[in-house]
């Protein structure tokens, strides 16, 4: 029987000064590439344009009709309501009036179709809603509800940014206003119309009775 030893070679373990010479030894490699990495980092701080942000945020006022007279066919909800608002605030004509009468994007324009600076116009405008927990009045029970949204544009000029966002938020007031009269119109005719059954129903009723000789209804016995 033969015995075969393996004999294994203990690996250097390298110690805090062997990394202090190693770092001597390529100090000039690590700051020129230090140095190099923090200037381009300045230049594009320098170089690069500023973007200014303006915001608005516009609060959602609770339904003025009861909603126990009022079905679900006609309540919008407010998510709903927001994103009908923004199909009409967000259309191509809407705006397309607005970049010229800010005069947004001249370069753009100059080279590209009204299609491709509406879509720009698109992605510097941010619409977000903004919920928060509440207790539902009827069930008492805690739910989340959009409370909120905003209304936002950037701009390389933080006074066109204002001027814009202001404008955007101008429309979609009142394009709000616009739904609630649509809608209080829909209730006044749900209103009415529920007026006009219950004073059917009570016609029918009355000629049910029967009547006396004097022509008045005759009261029921058993």
Same mark, same amino acid.
Request: with cysteine; proline share 4%.
């Given at each position: 029987m033969t015995?075969?030893l393996?004999?294994q /070679?203990?690996e %250097?373990?390298q110690s #805090?000064q062997d990394?202090? &010479?190693m770092?001597h030894?390529?100090?000039?490699l690590? *700051?020129?590439?230090?140095g190099?990495?923090?200037?381009?980092?300045?230049a594009?701080a320098?170089?690069w344009? @500023?973007t200014?942000?303006?915001? @608005?945020t $516009? +609060?959602? /006022?609770?339904?003025?009709?009861?909603? /126990? +007279?009022?079905?679900s066919t006609?309540t919008?909800y407010?998510d709903q309501?927001i994103?009908?608002?923004?199909?009409?605030v967000?259309?191509?004509?809407?705006?397309?009036?607005?970049v010229?009468q800010?005069?947004?994007? %001249?370069?753009?324009?100059?080279?590209?179709?009204?299609e491709e *600076?509406v879509?720009?116009?698109?992605?510097d405008?941010?619409?977000e809603? $903004?919920s928060?927990d *509440?207790?539902d009045?009827r069930?008492?029970?805690?739910?989340k509800a959009t409370? &909120?949204f905003?209304?936002a544009?950037q701009s390389?000029?933080p006074?066109?940014?204002?001027? *814009? @966002?202001n404008? +955007?938020?101008s #429309?979609?007031l009142?394009?709000?206003?616009?739904?609630r009269e649509?809608? &209080?119109q829909?209730?006044?005719?749900? +209103?009415?119309q529920e007026? /006009?059954?219950?004073?059917?129903?009570?016609?029918?009723w009355?000629?049910? #009775? %029967?009547r006396?000789?004097t022509g008045?209804a &005759?009261p029921?016995?058993?």
């Amino acid at each position: 029987m033969t015995t075969q030893l393996h004999s294994q /070679e203990s690996e %250097p373990v390298q110690s #805090l000064q062997d990394y202090v &010479a190693m770092f001597h030894r390529r100090r000039t490699l690590i *700051v020129l590439a230090g140095g190099v990495l923090l200037g381009l980092s300045l230049a594009a701080a320098f170089l690069w344009p @500023a973007t200014y942000k303006s915001m @608005a945020t $516009i +609060l959602i /006022e609770e339904q003025e009709i009861p909603s /126990e +007279l009022v079905h679900s066919t006609i309540t919008s909800y407010a998510d709903q309501r927001i994103e009908t608002i923004k199909q009409q605030v967000m259309s191509r004509t809407t705006l397309w009036k607005v970049v010229e009468q800010y005069n947004l994007y %001249p370069d753009l324009r100059r080279t590209n179709p009204a299609e491709e *600076v509406v879509k720009r116009f698109t992605k510097d405008i941010a619409v977000e809603v $903004i919920s928060a927990d *509440v207790v539902d009045k009827r069930t008492q029970h805690p739910t989340k509800a959009t409370i &909120a949204f905003t209304v936002a544009y950037q701009s390389n000029s933080p006074d066109l940014a204002q001027k *814009v @966002a202001n404008e +955007l938020t101008s #429309l979609f007031l009142g394009e709000n206003l616009k739904s609630r009269e649509r809608q &209080a119109q829909e209730a006044t005719s749900f +209103l009415q119309q529920e007026a /006009e059954n219950l004073s059917s129903t009570s016609a029918r009723w009355m000629k049910r #009775l %029967p009547r006396s000789s004097t022509g008045r209804a &005759a009261p029921c016995r058993n």
